[in-house]
């Protein structure tokens, strides 16, 4: 009883850390996707075909996509960072304010870690560089790919891009959530996905929304600053 009443106090105290993280989200409309755009079928949609969850976000960079590729394609914890709360995804230590050379081949199967030190996180599943990338996790090998993370880069007049980038989550999205390295702690990212994949349907979907966003917001607004150089931590 003790155990299950303490998740439920880290499941509170998590959510209100995020609550002034998703306020910020909630009023930047820099960010938000069309309309137009959050019906249009990427790439990587066929993948999961019928999600359980999605959310588009966008921004218009004034970069053609070419300059904006180079931060995409370095992302990743241990990497070049998520350029979104580092406190929260990359251990405390700021995302790259400068191209970094080593990361920018990318390929299908390379994987960008999640969190300082993690041996898995997210594997490029579809690489076309420099105008789409499709990110996930290992798939379940019986249902199939859990949940994906794109990014797709289209070109507007002026030299300019708009980057579109959408989650999906399967419904068995945080199955197997719980597996980790014994031999090392639990991030406070970790903690939340392995409290989350306790919750039910309802209630994951506007938690994961939450979090989602005010950190999607953030990212976005990293590579805008970075990409058209103006970026002053």
């Known amino acids: 009883m003790a155990a299950r009443h303490g998740k439920r106090l880290l499941i509170l105290a998590a959510g209100a850390g995020m609550l002034p993280l998703a306020f910020v989200a909630c009023t930047v409309g820099a960010y938000r996707s069309s309309a137009r755009e959050r019906k249009a079928t990427m790439p990587g ?3 999961i075909p019928r999600p359980m969850f999605g959310m588009t976000h966008a921004v218009t960079i004034d970069a053609p996509p070419e300059r904006v590729w180079p931060w995409i394609a370095q992302m990743g914890a241990g990497r070049g960072g998520w ?11 700021p995302s790259a304010s400068a191209l970094l050379e080593p990361y920018q081949q990318v390929k299908q199967g390379d994987l960008f870690p999640a969190v300082p030190g993690a041996k898995d996180g997210f594997i490029v599943l579809a690489v ?16 199939g790919q859990r949940a994906t993370w794109e990014f797709l880069l289209q070109p507007l007049q002026r030299g300019r ?3 579109i980038v959408r989650v999906r989550a399967a419904e068995h999205w945080l199955s197997g959530s719980g597996a980790r390295d014994p031999g090392r702690p639990r991030r406070f990212i970790e903690r939340v996905y392995g409290f989350m994949a306790h919750l039910p349907t309802p209630v994951l979907k506007g938690f994961a929304g939450f979090g989602h966003r005010a950190m999607q917001n953030e990212q976005l607004r990293g590579l805008q600053r970075r990409a058209e150089g103006r970026w002053s931590g």
């Open 128 to 143: 076309e560089a420099p105008h789409d990338l499709v990110l996930g996790g290992p798939p379940d090998p019986v249902r």
């Open 161 to 163: 891009t708009r980057l």
């Open 83 to 93: 350029y979104s709360y580092d406190f929260i995804d990359n251990g405390g230590r």
């Open 45 to 47: 949609d066929r993948m």
